[in-house]
């Protein structure tokens, strides 16, 4: 972490605002309310040890809900680390009140009625390589609107931090300041779209910046701005925003190919690696505040690539050309088997003790087409059933079909594209690892096996699998109203892609029912074999018919998005369940609980004890917007681990 030092310039503020930001996003962004790290301005930097989660959470969950900004602040300001930290800060006056005000913007973004909230998107992976952060709109927004809480903060960049700074993220040029500046706070996340739908405003002098909305804001949009006209490149032809691709320029557009300019991979990476170019560039934004965001290296400078320039634009078109272009997900090139993978379904095997609930759960999270991450659990209860409570509402159990099957195989596909184009079972083995399997044709596959990793263990993991080409696995399974029997592939290409991902260990449908069903405590089921809650007829096992897992909860949780479509095999044939982010899903009667939760909806819940209402959507009002106690002795945060 930058030495905090006594001011000394008129620019003293950036390097410690941005070390503020990088402190305040590590401890209320990364640690408990987001399923991916958010940009950093000092990227190599490591901030002091701040308060855990923990911590942060029963803050949240004391004051948060209350509304009370005033007592949250002064709550966290108490905590022992942020006191120490702050400490540092003692004989600068200022610095410390510029801290607070920092802190109390990004505390803001947990109030309940906050009408943002922070989002992923994989729309610039094919520049940045990763998912990045963006700005979802909860509610309607009504044009005009300033967004209550989306709020930031521009300081005049030191020289220090000009030439100490490697990300060109958050740089603006400003005119009205005539010098570089960084934009922090909650505002940064706020991406470029040529045809925004907010803008930036300046908020009472002292470079506060506020989000104002230019048009209606529907709930689920992203909130956008302009940042400039030459941001992305001469004219945003690097712009790869929405409207460019529905219009076909920018990134997106013809014109990119013929002109022989830097690429924002070149700046990006140039700004990584060192060399220089022009600067900043004219706004689109209201005359009081003319700033300019441009993409600018450390010395404020932009600069082209030392990689061959050649090459960046051969490997970006090809991103574009190819039917894969679309997936954000760069294409596996290596069919070598994930080292997970070596012990997955060789020990499947049927769980023989089911002695007490398993307390500690597996997770894992897959980034979803919505960039929405979500975490599967899978509860072994080892205990007889009967001593778990389920309260009154999660009594309603979703009626079970107990017609023939309409025989869907394993994980047969039911989307088109290769990253929607998987179904997934569950499974359990004896070590307590978490299966997905996966089926595509005929072959039922497992992609991955993974245990609890801790942090390192799962970075090193990452490294090691980019290194052989292998990443992030396409899934998507949010989207639930497809024909099942749609198998098609959009193309070979698609199938080939997808190839690389399932064929790299197979299993038979038997060993996929043992590594399900074989957590099973069979006696459990009820004298007329039928399991107990839903009446399912359990001759469905035996009969190689459909099976489906009761009970899955269809409570609508907050976003609209968190859909999630379980396979749960037999045999070789299965059927697929979806919920609509239910919160829980769990299965007492049978010894065996499935909890499918969206991580946004179980952020919420972790930290308010609740999960957020459902937002508002067009037209219709939010039914409940009172907290809804999800805090009671049955809920057990979920633990998250990003597996890659
Ligand atoms: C101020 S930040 C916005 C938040 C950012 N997405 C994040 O994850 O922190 C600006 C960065 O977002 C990305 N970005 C935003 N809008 C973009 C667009 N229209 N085209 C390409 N990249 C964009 C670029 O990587 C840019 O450097």
Known sequence: MTQLQAPNGAAFLSTHLSTFDDYLTVILIDALYFWIPVHKVHPGSRPPRGPSPATITSLLRAHACDSSPTALLSAFLGLPSIKS??????????????????????????????????????????????????????????????????SGKMVALSSQDETGLKRDFSIIYSHRLGESCLMLGPCRFVNHDCDPNARFIAQGGHGVVAVVAIRKIEVREEITVSYADNYFGKKNRECMCATCERRGKGFFGPSRRAQSSKTMWELRSASESGATSESGSETELDSDFRDSICSEDENGIRRHGTRSRKRQRREMLELRDTPTSMSPYPTPTSASPHPSLSRSLLSLSPQKEPIKIEDDIRNFGHTFEDGCRRSQRILTARAPVKSVTVPNDRRKLTPVSTEPAKKPDIGEPVRRSPRKNVQIAIAQNAAGSVNQIVRRGQQPVCMIAQKSQTRTQRRKQDLADRRRGLSTPPLSVSESNDDPSDTEWDSDADAELYDTWTNRIQASPDLIYNAFWGTLERDNVSANGKFPRNQQDLSALEDNRDIIVPPFQTRKCANKNCQARFLLARGGRGRSLETACAEYVRRYDLKLAVQVVCVKCNRHAGIYGFQWPEVETLGAKVADESAEDYNHEEHVPVEFVNLW
């Open 85 to 150: 930290f702050l400490a540092g800060l003692s004989h600068t006056p200022r610095l410390r009140h510029e801290f607070e005000a920092h802190a109390r913007r990004y505390l803001a973004m947990y109030a309940p009625t906050v009408p943002f909230e922070l989002g992923t998107t994989e729309r610039y992976r094919a520049v940045s390589r990763r998912s990045e952060t963006c700005i979802l709109a909860r509610r309607p927004i009504p044009a005009g609107t300033t967004i209550q809480h989306l």
